[in-house]
């Protein structure tokens, strides 16, 4: 590689890591221990134990479980219907009206064998930690934001990777040279960390950088299909008949045998047409169950209008919000995720120490300096 070529690669890096780092280092930080949100938070608030029943006990149907849920809750519709993963629970979501704002909404569990409410469950320990993950807080703008600074941070290891090729043409790889200066040993462990963490750190970045756009991607969803799906029919939302829902879930899974149902929108709802309750289905597997599949039901007279999986863009979301966390294999995976974290943040910090402690001077002049001092070799 040439040295012009080698200066332009110099000033990639060196600035797409400027910009970014600060802001890497709290999403690594943050980031630690969210990967094992689970195990923490079902360390500090455990879930109460259910009611035993006999053994053998079917779940109340969906109907039923509903209008327990909405008996005290006079004036009120329900919004979303969901199902817990590992327990016979199932949660609803109720609201003034369908189009109500989230701090209007309630939310209550109830045991779907005994239709017994279930006490709220207090809020996980790590919430707050993933607000700051994912927006400092701050809303949709700084979300975005750190998906911008993910795609920085992108550029940066690629960048970096190509700087350490003709670094390796003169030594072994993961050498640390611990017969130089402190910088020099600090740069050798900056490049072995960078470079062994380098595809992980694509992935995460990458995966990070599509949930940051869950809103606006969502949205063109919303517009696309589901506009598509809901057709012609505007107004308000319809009333749900009694008997629907457990009707709507029952033609859902025999249009598509195999799945289970994750949640359920009712009419009016943003997931949802104004006509529909939208039957959203998961698969089985520990890679199916991360994708979904909307069937939408008519309201009105119980029929099935479409079963259809969710467009690319939707199914790129869907997979990339757990692997952000490496909630796929459970926690041999979770445990790879927290090194490579820690790895990263050892990448990030020493990158800030070496470019504190810069020589002064142009891109070309740096380049050349680091390649009298064997830092880099000059390929041709």
Same mark, same amino acid.
């Not at 970014?20 to 630690?32: N, P, S």
């Not at 030594?171 to 740069?187: E, H, P, Y």
């Not at 829902?245 to 195999?258: E, F, S």
């Not at 790879?336 to 050892?346: E, G, H, P, R, S």
């Given at each position: 590689?040439?040295?012009?070529?080698?200066?332009?690669?110099?000033?990639?890096?060196?600035?797409?890591?400027?910009?970014?780092?600060?802001?890497?280092?709290?999403?690594?930080?943050?980031?630690?221990?969210?990967?094992?949100?689970?195990?923490?938070?079902?360390?500090?608030?455990?879930?109460?134990?259910?009611?035993?029943?006999?053994?053998?006990?079917?779940?109340?149907?969906?109907?039923?479980?509903?209008?327990?849920?909405?008996?005290?809750?006079?004036?009120?519709?329900? &919004?979303? *219907?969901?199902?817990?993963?590992?327990?016979? #629970?199932?949660? !609803?979501? $109720? +609201?003034?009206?369908?189009?109500? =704002?989230?701090?209007?909404?309630?939310?209550?569990?109830?045991?779907?064998?005994?239709?017994?409410?279930?006490?709220?469950?207090?809020?996980?320990?790590?919430?707050?930690?993933?607000?700051?993950?994912?927006?400092?807080?701050?809303?949709?703008?700084?979300? &975005?934001? *750190?998906?911008?600074?993910?795609?920085?941070? #992108?550029?940066? !290891?690629? $960048? +970096?990777?190509?700087?350490?090729? =003709?670094?390796?043409?003169?030594?072994?790889?993961?050498?640390?040279?611990?017969?130089?200066?402190?910088?020099?040993?600090?740069?050798?462990?900056?490049?072995?960390?960078?470079?062994?963490?380098?595809?992980?750190?694509?992935?995460?970045?990458?995966?990070?950088?599509?949930?940051?756009?869950?809103?606006?991607?969502?949205?063109?969803?919303?517009?696309?299909?589901?506009?598509?799906?809901?057709?012609?029919?505007?107004?308000?939302?319809?009333?749900?008949?009694?008997?629907?829902?457990?009707?709507?879930?029952?033609?859902?899974?025999?249009?598509?045998?195999?799945?289970?149902?994750?949640?359920?929108?009712?009419?009016?709802?943003?997931?949802?047409?104004?006509?529909?309750?939208?039957?959203?289905?998961?698969?089985?597997?520990?890679?199916?169950?991360?994708?979904?599949?909307?069937?939408?039901?008519?309201?009105?007279?119980?029929?099935?209008?479409?079963?259809?999986?969710?467009?690319?863009?939707?199914?790129?979301?869907?997979?990339?919000?757990?692997?952000?966390?490496?909630?796929?294999?459970?926690?041999?995976?979770?445990?790879?995720?927290?090194?490579?974290?820690?790895?990263?943040?050892?990448?990030?910090?020493?990158?800030?120490?070496?470019?504190?402690?810069?020589?002064?001077?142009?891109?070309?002049?740096?380049?050349?300096?680091?390649?009298?001092?064997?830092?880099?070799?000059?390929?041709?």
């Amino acid at each position: 590689m040439s040295r012009r070529a080698l200066t332009a690669w110099f000033l990639v890096h060196k600035w797409t890591s400027l910009v970014c780092t600060a802001f890497l280092l709290m999403l690594c930080v943050t980031g630690l221990p969210l990967v094992f949100h689970d195990e923490i938070d079902a360390a500090f608030a455990p879930e109460q134990a259910l009611s035993p029943v006999p053994e053998g006990t079917k779940p109340l149907d969906l109907d039923t479980l509903l209008a327990r849920a909405l008996a005290d809750r006079l004036g009120e519709v329900p &919004l979303y *219907l969901s199902f817990d993963t590992d327990r016979p #629970v199932v949660n !609803v979501t $109720s +609201g003034p009206t369908p189009d109500a =704002p989230e701090h209007l909404m309630r939310f209550q569990s109830l045991d779907a064998r005994t239709g017994e409410a279930l006490p709220p469950h207090p809020p996980g320990v790590t919430d707050v930690l993933l607000q700051i993950h994912k927006d400092m807080m701050l809303g949709l703008p700084a979300e &975005l934001f *750190l998906g911008l600074m993910g795609l920085l941070f #992108v550029a940066a !290891v690629v $960048s +970096g990777v190509v700087l350490y090729v =003709p670094f390796m043409a003169r030594l072994r790889f993961g050498t640390v040279r611990a017969d130089k200066s402190a910088r020099v040993r600090r740069l050798d462990r900056h490049n072995l960390f960078g470079a062994a963490t380098a595809l992980w750190a694509v992935v995460v970045a990458l995966t990070g950088s599509i949930n940051a756009a869950v809103i606006p991607i969502t949205e063109v969803w919303k517009r696309d299909q589901l506009a598509a799906i809901a057709g012609a029919a505007s107004g308000e939302a319809v009333s749900v008949r009694p008997g629907s829902v457990q009707a709507a879930l029952d033609a859902a899974m025999r249009a598509a045998p195999g799945m289970r149902p994750q949640f359920i929108a009712f009419p009016g709802v943003s997931w949802s047409s104004d006509r529909h309750v939208a039957v959203f289905l998961q698969g089985a597997t520990p890679l199916t169950e991360k994708l979904l599949t909307p069937a939408f039901v008519d309201a009105r007279d119980g029929s099935l209008d479409a079963v259809r999986p969710m467009p690319w863009y939707m199914q790129a979301l869907l997979l990339a919000q757990p692997l952000h966390f490496g909630d796929y294999a459970g926690l041999p995976m979770k445990l790879l995720w927290a090194l490579l974290d820690v790895m990263t943040i050892v990448v990030l910090w020493t990158g800030l120490r070496l470019w504190s402690r810069r020589n002064a001077g142009p891109a070309s002049v740096r380049v050349r300096e680091l390649l009298k001092a064997g830092e880099l070799a000059e390929a041709h």
